[in-house]
């Protein structure tokens, strides 16, 4: 595995050529670059974000080129705090174009899931998100094992399949208990 850091993992969403996949299985995330807009949404506070700027414009570059987006986040409800932020943060990703859908995690076997978020591009390179202990993004490992690549499209297909669009999720019983 190799390890795409900064602009080399950015790249990725630039190099793809029809679907980029990104399955979430944590409740939360506790990176620095998020902190302070996650504290302005626990607050109840306005948060212009400008800080989500630069993934946006990745995902616009990429939509508006006919490629897709995608993302599954799979939550505990009743959902945690971060979860909650991460309903409205996700309006923003999908006004850029990005497919977004959940599924709250007892109705999936978790030997149906990754233990570990990843990307999927092209049905052909997987890249694991790597976390740094305290909690910033250290970037992707990348492979294109076959074996694993073969498990993760297993994965993406079952979880894309059991999840929930975003629009019809806000209106559930998950989002509203």
């Known amino acids: 595995m ?9 790249a990725l969403f630039s190099a793809f050529e029809r679907d980029a996949f990104h399955l979430e299985v944590q409740d939360t995330y506790d990176t620095p670059d998020e902190s302070g807009p996650f504290q302005l949404f626990l607050r109840g506070e306005h948060d212009d974000f400008g800080w989500f700027q630069p993934w946006l414009d ?14 599954t986040r799979v939550v505990t409800v009743p959902h945690a705090d971060y979860t909650r932020w991460g309903l409205t943060v996700a309006e923003h990703n999908i ?5 977004v859908r959940w599924l709250p995690r007892h109705l999936v076997d978790a030997g149906d899931l990754s233990a570990d978020d990843f990307w999927l591009f092209d049905d052909a390179l997987v890249v694991f998100t790597v976390f740094e202990p305290g909690g910033r993004f250290g970037g992707g490992a990348t492979t294109r094992d076959p074996v694993i690549v073969n498990h993760c499209r297993a994965v993406r297909d079952r979880v894309w399949q059991a999840a929930i669009p975003h629009h019809r999720y806000v209106e559930t019983e998950y989002v509203t208990a």
């Open 95 to 99: 006004t850029a174009g990005e497919d």
């Open 58 to 71: 990745l995902v616009r570059h990429a939509t508006s080129a006919g490629r897709t987006v995608r993302r």
């Open 2 to 10: 190799e390890l795409l850091q900064g602009e080399a993992f950015d």
